[in-house]
């Protein structure tokens, strides 16, 4: 954007005449307020032009088309042809133009001048930047420390994670670590089928979905996917119906529109899948041919002891009556028989578990649960059911070998503790890693660098976090608009917004068909801002050795036409044109034909950026060995290594029921804290994102739209609870928990129960542009930093004490 | 002339705002101040009717996205004073803002409260201003605004489509909220065309109409909730 004077600018503008609005009011008002720098509004023909591309406000990455008018994005809408979000988009697609043009975006990169936090920045170049990050770098390894570089990463894009792992590998760091909320669920897989992927749902042709907490309709899995997919099976005129089922303690968007839910105590998911499961043994319908060919441990437990030998349909049976997970789940056993009936007779049953349900104590018991119970069903590798997770087949350069410092390096205990302080098959664990900076544990860290992830306001704990980072010798972060972690950084690099720079985005997990989106930019980087991925290359480049060689020449741009080659020559998919054409060019395909597509890659990248995605058909047939890893034969119902390895993590015996028997002691022990009785419960909406979208005043003003609430946090409060308390909606309340207390405003509402509270997570920020800053309350505040050493992460569940403040 | 007009499937809308923030953005609808909107003066051409019902956990939130309806017999064309408001001649019902004098009665005469009322002058961050859709006028203060079917959209399908040299498609046509509807809750079209969705949809058994009892003939349906098949 070419810097014009104040005078200069309002002389064009005045010769060129306005199309912006018809308003003279407005266009009076509208160029009073431009200053330099900013976008200007459009004037000239009027051409109209659109982009397809990618939203990338979430982790999702739904079908986006841009409207240019003289070049400048005036608009956007959904993507019809896109195969995944099908032209849906949700409340955060439409604040993308307004985070293109933030008043508050980072415009070059800043150098701290003066005490860490001090606010005080002084503008420096890329040069500079750049250099000062990557100068420590060669001396630690030149000193043989290279593992003494960390890289704390979002990690919603594949290509984005391999350019990371590849760079650190050859430099000799094992420290990328990852902000992975699926890690329960990743890490229950990787037990029970011992895949490094987790498989997919098939939702689409499932007929009774269950969901345990997995806000499908909101901000879950891929939530415009699952929302099309959901709004298919309920046309009026669908071929088939399919229903849904929620259980979980707070009736959420997703709850409200599954035809049966149950509602169960906050922290019992676990003893309600268990439950179920009891009921498909008692009603004999459960699989037994699958359980029998294809499980180990269902009649009897291998190398067990304790729990008797006993198999899992006998553990369930002794351990789990039904009259006992009523008494721990809160639920009717009435309710119990019909859900897991509906469950069971259904043809083709499928169970979801979400962040909601597995961030508690016993996240990863539930993970188990549920996996579990799908097993029962027999919901493995077949249509409707778990299937391979879909990828997609992109050119990427052969892993190298790292040479020996490397090697050295790698061999070293991760930062974060995953591994060590972990059970070893948790492989990140970012609520570990303030804890291990805080100590200097296991070796100190002299560079930290942080993009997509907001710890200091996101993770429980902030301030320790903040003064983790005093610890690292430089923390340099990434970032649009600068949050709470960058203000007390070293280093802030203005990371250009999605419409300004280059990705080719495969599904990250959990679609069931090999996809591969483009993200384009519908206009030059508006400032100094660079693309993540490009000051990535840049910055390996300076830092030289093996990881300047792990890197290609030019720009990431440059690099991705020969990535998506590999689409052209897997021969196989077709460009996409729409949900039609994907079923047509399907249909085709299995009956031996081919769609003609592009004959060299050139020109399939051509089409590639005219169309905007890439979509291989989903595969008729599945079969359960698609979902084993190499070593495993059987999906494994006991967590045997899984215990063997947690005995010697603890060093202390572990039963060998200690997963769900945990499970239950947890639910057993939850009664009865009068200190502070009620349970918090956390949720996300999907203006908020958890805070990572909730910065432009459109989605601001939509906080709360549902409760007709805007700028502001609230507390969902049962109307007995209020009663008690003589609360009153509108109220002042304060909430106070272990850890810390916070005021919001009181809204009562039947959703939550009796014994709990539940806030949305994303607002109080306390620095993160002009805009969100000071705007509602973050319930962080109240849980207590905690490590789940089972799942990695953080154990997202605290109790609090509700009153009403003095008007 | 087609009667345009829409169905709203409250069985697949799952109230995830989608709607709302496509229709803030493409009409240039201003955002008040927190502090103004907390004196009811938040503005909306398409909000969400919330209302939740039952005893947990049997609770049902029932939703509905409310919006101007675009009745035959709009009672807010009657009482404007200065005929700002009106039914133009493909039926929908428009506002004319320079004509507007702020009376507010089509407000008061709306049964529906899908009017709002420019209380201030839309102030944008400077910044923000180049990413209004030059489509769409902006309000001073001290006039009414509403919904408008996205109109504009319909102005520049009708170019297209003469452009072209071919007749106006539904295609051309779609208001920014159901293009993007994640739920595929939204159908617009012809009412008079019996092969468009959207007519056969408002003569389904479930459409039903908000108010019917007026009299007002709205052109919004809604298809009510269908029982749980379990």
Known sequence: ?807 | MARWGMVIDLDRCTGCGACVAACKVENNVQVVSPAEGERGRRMHWLRLLVEARGEYPHVEVRIAPNLCMMCENPPCTKVCPVHATYRGEDGLVGQIYPRCIGCRYCMAACPYSVKAFNWGSPEWPEALLSTLNPDVSMRPKGVVEKCTFCYHRLQLGREKARAEGRPLRESDYQPACVHSCPADAMTFGDLDDALSPAAQLSRSTRATRALEHLGTEPRVFYLEKRDAPL
């Open chain 1, 1 to 807: 954007m070419s810097a014009l004077s104040r005078r200069e600018f309002l002389t064009t503008l005045g010769a060129a005449g306005v199309v912006a609005a018809s308003s003279g009011w407005f266009t009076r008002r509208l160029f009073a307020m431009a200053e330099e720098g900013t976008l200007r509004a459009p004037r000239g023909p009027g051409v109209e032009r659109w982009v397809p591309t990618l939203c990338r406000m979430c982790p999702a990455g739904c079908g986006l088309r841009v409207r240019l008018v003289d070049g400048l994005p005036v608009g956007l809408e959904g993507d019809r042809t896109n195969p995944l979000s099908a032209g849906g988009l949700c409340p955060a697609g439409f604040a993308g133009l307004q985070e293109l043009v933030h008043p508050d975006r980072v415009r070059t990169p800043l150098r701290r001048d003066g005490p860490r936090g001090s606010g005080r920045w002084t503008p420096v170049s890329w040069d500079e930047a750049l250099e000062q990050i990557a100068a420590p770098l060669r001396a630690s390894r030149a000193e043989g420390r290279p593992q003494a570089f960390a890289v704390l990463e979002r990690g919603d894009s594949p290509l984005t994670l391999y350019w990371l792992e590849r760079v650190l590998r050859a430099h000799g760091s094992p420290n990328l670590v990852v902000d992975a909320t699926g890690e329960p669920w990743r890490s229950a897989w990787a037990t029970v089928a011992g895949t490094a992927r987790p498989p997919a749902p098939d939702l689409a042709n499932a007929d009774f979905v269950l969901s345990f907490g997995h806000e499908s309709l909101e901000t879950d899995g891929h939530p415009v996917w699952q929302t099309k997919t959901w709004g298919r099976l309920r046309a009026p005129i669908a071929a088939r119906q399919a229903s849904a089922a929620y259980v979980g303690p707070r009736m959420s968007p997703t709850a409200n529109h599954a035809d049966l839910k149950v509602a169960v105590r906050p922290g019992t998911e676990a003893i309600m899948a268990l439950g179920l499961v009891h009921v498909l043994i008692l009603e004999d319908l459960a699989d037994r041919s699958f359980l029998d060919r294809l499980t180990r441990g269902y009649h009897d437990r291998p190398g067990g002891s304790g729990a008797g030998g006993d198999g899992f349909e006998a553990y369930v049976r002794s351990r789990f009556g039904l009259e006992e997970v009523s008494r721990l789940t809160g639920a009717p056993v009435s309710e119990i028989f019909r859900l897991g009936r509906a469950f069971g007779t259904s043809r083709r049953p499928l169970a979801l578990a979400g962040p909601g349900a597995l961030s508690g104590e016993i996240g990863f018991a539930t993970a188990m649960a549920v996996i579990a119970l799908n097993l029962a069903v027999g919901a493995m590798g077949r249509t409707g059911g778990y299937v391979a997770s879909g990828g997609a087949p992109l050119d990427l350069p052969p892993p190298e070998e790292p040479d020996q410092v490397a090697r050295r390096g790698l061999s070293s205990a991760r930062v974060d503790g995953a591994g060590w302080a972990t059970l070893p098959l948790v492989r990140q664990s970012p609520a570990g890693l303030a804890a291990n900076l805080a100590a200097r544990r296991p070796y100190p860290l002299e560079v930290l660098l942080v993009h997509g992830v907001n710890p200091v306001h996101e993770w429980p704990g902030g301030k320790t976090i903040e003064e983790a980072l005093a610890a690292v010798g430089l923390v340099a972060v990434v970032g649009a608009v600068a949050d709470e972690t960058a203000r007390v950084a070293d280093l802030i690099l203005p990371e250009a917004s999605f419409l300004e720079a280059w990705q080719i985005l495969p599904p990250a997990t959990g679609i069931p068909f090999d996809y591969a989106g483009l993200q384009q930019p519908v206009l030059e980087p508006i400032y100094q801002s660079r693309a993540f991925e490009d000051m990535w290359f840049d910055l390996a480049r300076r830092i030289g050795g093996p990881a300047a060689a792990a890197v290609p020449a030019g720009s990431y741009a440059d690099w991705l036409p020969s990535a998506a080659a590999g689409l052209h020559r897997a021969g196989r998919g077709t460009i996409a044109g729409g949900p039609f054409h994907a079923r047509v060019a399907g249909f085709m395909e299995e009956r031996g034909w081919k769609a003609p597509g592009p004959q060299t890659a050139e020109a399939f990248w051509e089409e590639f950026r005219r169309s905007g995605s890439w979509v291989d058909a989903p595969r008729g047939e599945h079969s359960p060995a698609e979902l084993l890893g190499d070593r495993a034969e059987r999906f494994d119902l006991w967590p045997e290594r899984l215990l063997a390895d947690a005995r010697k993590l603890t060093g202390t015996p572990v039963a060998d029921d200690a997963l769900y028997g945990g499970a239950r002691a947890a639910a057993a022990g939850a009664a009865g804290h009068s200190d502070h009785p009620l349970h918090l419960l956390l949720f996300d909406t999907s203006t908020l994102w958890a805070g990572r979208t909730a910065l432009t005043p459109v989605l601001l003003e939509m906080s709360g739209f549902r409760e007709d609430i805007g700028w502001d946090s609230w507390v969902e409060i049962h109307p007995e609870t209020a009663r008690r308390g003589r609360i009153q909606a509108g109220d002042r309340v304060r909430l106070e928990s272990p850890a810390g207390s916070l005021i919001a405003r009181a809204r009562i509402t039947p959703v939550v129960p009796p014994d709990a509270v539940a806030m949305p997570r994303g607002l109080g920020h306390r620095h993160f542009g002009r805009f969100a800053t000071g705007v509602g309350v973050n319930p962080l505040a109240l849980v207590a930093p905690a490590l789940d050493r089972w799942t990695g992460n953080a154990i997202l569940e605290t109790r609090v004490r509700l009153t009403r403040m003095p008007a």
